[in-house]
């Protein structure tokens, strides 16, 4: 557990940003989030069931978000992952907030940070929410190495360890994806295993 811990740690603390996958397009500047998105209703635990791999996330699986509510535009945020190769959890503690509480066109865009920096990156969008059983968030930021580069980031999430069947759910993660994502890009966690903590 030492090595895996000290790893997140590490990468969190020197680079307290996202670093998914590396493009030389600009950021959309038309992304569309969660329109009346409650903070309240977001938090809770989420299961992350497809993701744009980031360096903090590799081999890792049985990942999951937990967000609790602190304050009226705030939330703390658990990480924790688990490393099925050599059985060893991860766990990262943070802090989210709304980047624009009082912007009714960007409700969804989030910042969030770990390991006590300062969320001051709007850096966690949330396309859509129906905050019962799936979400979908985007993330694109400049690269820290190459500023003429851009990091995106990419989940879907669930509110079970299995993604939903509803027809409409799928529909529209589905045209969520088309629109600001590339499906052969995703990793899938595995959620399945007996060995997926149940708390971290």
């Known amino acids: 557990m030492a090595r895996g811990l000290t790893v997140f740690m590490l990468a969190g603390s020197l680079l307290v940003s996202v670093s998914g996958l590396l493009s030389d ?9 969660k329109q009346g998105f409650s903070l309240a209703d977001f938090a809770g635990r989420w ?10 996330e590799k081999d ?13 535009n705030t939330i703390s945020v658990k990480n924790g992952a688990f490393s099925l190769a050599n059985n060893t ?10 980047s624009f509480p009082d912007d ?13 920096a300062t969320p001051d990156r709007s850096n966690y969008w949330v396309l859509d929410t129906d905050y019962t059983s799936y979400g979908v968030v985007f993330s ?11 990091v995106l980031g990419f989940w879907i999430f669930s509110r079970t360890p ?11 993660v589905d045209e969520l994806v088309k629109k600001y994502g590339d499906a052969s890009k995703f990793e899938v966690p595995n959620q399945s295993d007996e060995r997926c903590p149940r708390s971290y």
Do not use: H
């Open 47 to 56: 299961y992350e069931i497809k993701r744009y791999e980031q360096f903090y």
């Open 60 to 72: 890792l699986d049985c990942v999951v978000a937990e967000y609790q509510p602190t304050g009226k």
């Open 89 to 98: 959890r991860v766990v990262a503690d943070g802090t989210a907030v709304l």
């Open 104 to 116: 009714t066109q960007q409700p969804g865009k989030l910042s969030v940070a770990f390991f006590g």
């Open 25 to 33: 397009e600009a950021c959309p500047q038309d992304v569309q989030v």
């Open 140 to 150: 694109c930021e400049p690269f820290f190495k190459d500023s003429s580069k851009n």
């Open 162 to 172: 299995t993604f939903p069947t509803d027809e409409t759910v799928v529909k529209r």
